[in-house]
T-cell receptor
Framework: AQSVAQPEDQVNVAEGNPLTVKCTYS??????LFWYVQYPNRGLQFLLK??????LVKGSYGFEAEFNKSQTSFHLKKPSALVTDSALYFC???????????????FGKGTKLSVKP | DAGITQSPRYKITETGRQVTLMCHQT?????MFWYRQDLGHGLRLIYY???????DKGEVPDGYVVSRSKTENFPLTLESATRSQTSVYFC???????????FGEGSWLTVV
C-alpha cells in the first residue's frame, strides 16, 4: 500500500534561516508526490509536485522539494524562512486504489512549522 | 472566481440529525472528492465522483451519502449524525487527466 511519513510533528526555525520539512514515502511503481500547506482555519493549498524529471522541484512562495529515489524521500525546503511561513505542511502521494483515473491522495499526518522572528 | 465553495463553513448539530454539507465548483473539473481531517489521522477520503451521476466510496464511507446530479455540485449528507463524525470536511476537485487535487476552505462540523 502507498504511504507517506512525516517524522516530525513540529519544526521550529528562526526567521531568515533555511528550513526543511521531511517526508519519506513507500509506493509501488513511480511515485507522484505533493506538498500542501494549511493555514489556520483554511483549506489545503497546493505548493508543488513531483511527477517525473528534475529531482529538484520549485513551487509557490519560494518553496522547493528534492526527490531522492534511493532514500525514498521528498523533503520540502526553503532557503530563508519567513514568519508568515508558519503553518501546517502535508506531504502526499498519489494512490490509485480510489479516485478512478484521477487517483486519490494519501496524506502524511502533517508537520507544524513555526518560524520565530 | 471562487473555485471551490463549501457551505456551511461552521455547523453545530445534534446526534441523530441529518446534515448536508454543500460543495460547489466553478472550474468544471470532472473529479470531486470529500475528505475528512481528524487529529492524528490526517486527511481521509470519504467519497469521490468521476463525473455527474458517477460516485464511489473512498476509505471511510460509512455513515455518509453523496450525490452528483450536476457537474458543479457534490453535496455530502450525514443521514444520522454521530459524535464520531465531528470533524473538518474538505471538498476537493481535480481535472480529468490532471495530477493535482485542489481543496476548498473546509466545513467545521461539531456533533453534540
Amino acid at each position: 500500500a502507498q504511504s507517506v511519513a512525516q517524522p516530525e510533528d513540529q519544526v521550529n526555525v528562526a526567521e531568515g534561516n533555511p528550513l526543511t520539512v521531511k517526508c519519506t514515502y513507500s509506493v509501488s511503481g513511480n511515485p507522484y508526490l505533493f506538498w500542501y500547506v494549511q493555514y489556520p482555519n483554511r483549506g489545503l493549498q497546493f505548493l508543488l509536485k513531483y511527477i517525473t524529471g528534475d529531482n529538484l522541484v520549485k513551487g509557490s512562495y519560494g518553496f522547493e522539494a528534492e526527490f531522492n529515489k534511493s532514500q525514498t524521500s521528498f523533503h520540502l525546503k526553503k532557503p530563508s524562512a519567513l514568519v508568515t511561513d508558519s503553518a501546517l505542511y502535508f506531504c502526499a502521494v498519489r494512490d490509485m486504489n480510489y479516485g478512478g483515473s484521477q487517483g486519490n491522495l494519501i496524506f502524511g499526518k502533517g508537520t507544524k512549522l513555526s518560524v520565530k522572528p | 472566481d471562487a473555485g471551490i465553495t463549501q457551505s456551511p463553513r461552521y455547523k453545530i448539530t445534534e446526534t441523530g440529525r441529518q446534515v448536508t454539507l454543500m460543495c460547489h465548483q466553478t472550474w468544471s473539473h470532472s473529479y470531486m472528492f470529500w475528505y475528512r481531517q481528524d487529529l492524528g489521522h490526517g486527511l481521509r477520503l470519504i467519497y469521490y465522483s468521476a463525473a455527474a451521476d458517477i460516485t464511489d466510496k473512498g476509505e471511510v464511507p460509512d455513515g455518509y451519502v453523496v450525490s452528483r446530479s450536476k457537474t458543479e455540485n457534490f453535496p455530502l449528507t450525514l443521514e444520522s449524525a454521530t459524535r464520531s463524525q465531528t470533524s473538518v470536511y474538505f471538498c476537493a476537485t481535480g481535472r480529468r487527466g490532471g495530477n493535482t487535487i485542489y481543496f476548498g476552505e473546509g466545513s467545521w462540523l461539531t456533533v453534540v
